[in-house]
């Protein structure tokens, strides 16, 4: 008898030994996981002005953003020691939320070229090709040739817009390119036949190429290649040089090459930039 209460007795402290362990292990984990989170917390934001232009800012249906410079963003920011903070703003506004300290920095396909004085810039991260799609029933052969009755649809104040009125020959220009607010309204035109062209980022008209494979045609496929950067105040040179450090740790590593293959398998409408120079 004296013996089972014994086994009995063992046993017991055992399994009160093994709760005590998993107890000790469980508020330990909690502990660490709460510290973690705390420390997420803690670091100083940065507040990114970003447009809805897909594939490089969306909302996914948990109404986070991805996308390709989401997730460059995402991984920089962690980098350099801040928690990213998207603001989606109207895109024509960007120079006074930047201005009045609404956001710090602009992200979102930012093309360089011919900005070069207007911001404080990151070293280019990644370049894009710029295209011109056409209603495959277009008659037209190249862009010094279009004359399209319902021209060519472009967001309003873009590079597309400045390459398009380059090369369309003088006698029709003022007459066919037609802006708009933002590309999602230049699509909806296009897309309605309310014009015969769009210009864009050449990774974000192919959304539209592989939505309608057989509606439409490139006329243009390599407008120009442009340099896409990160644009901050003129004063804000530590959240800049914090940013470009990351990003070319990025480059080094193979981090962005590998990000911009996920929605750009062979590099034909963007390539990431070699180097941070």
Request: proline share 4%; glycine share 8%.
């Amino acid at each position: 008898m004296n013996g089972k209460r014994k086994q009995i007795s063992m046993l017991i402290a055992i399994v009160g030994l093994a709760l005590s362990m998993l107890c000790l292990c469980g508020c330990q984990s909690s502990s660490n996981s709460s510290a973690a989170e705390s420390s997420n917390e803690n670091l100083p934001e940065l507040r990114i002005g970003v447009d809805l232009l897909k594939p490089y800012f969306y909302l996914d249906r948990n109404g986070e953003y991805q996308g390709i410079d989401a997730e460059i963003a995402k991984e920089a920011c962690s980098r350099a020691g801040y928690k990213p903070v998207f603001v989606n703003l109207p895109w024509s506004e960007r120079d006074a939320y930047l201005a009045d300290g609404s956001i710090d920095c602009i992200w979102t396909a930012f093309v360089m070229d011919g900005r070069e004085q207007d911001y404080l810039w990151t070293n280019p991260y990644l370049y894009s090709k710029e295209a011109l799609i056409v209603d495959s029933r277009c008659p037209s052969d190249s862009l010094s040739s279009f004359n399209g009755p319902g021209g060519i649809a472009v967001r309003a104040n873009s590079k597309a817009e400045e390459l398009i009125a380059g090369k369309l020959p003088d006698a029709i220009r003022t007459t066919n390119i037609h802006t708009y607010g933002t590309f999602d309204m230049a699509t909806t035109a296009f897309v309605k036949a309310y014009t015969d062209g769009l210009a864009g980022h050449r990774i974000v008209l192919q959304e539209i190429m592989n939505e309608y494979p057989d509606r439409y045609r490139y006329l243009d496929e390599n407008l120009a290649t442009l340099s896409l950067g990160v644009a901050f105040a003129p004063t804000n040179s530590e959240c800049r040089n914090d940013i470009d450090a990351a990003l070319a740790s990025m480059k080094e590593d193979g981090t962005l090459s590998g990000i911009v293959s996920k929605y750009d398998q062979g590099h034909t409408c963007v390539e990431a930039a070699h180097d941070a120079s």
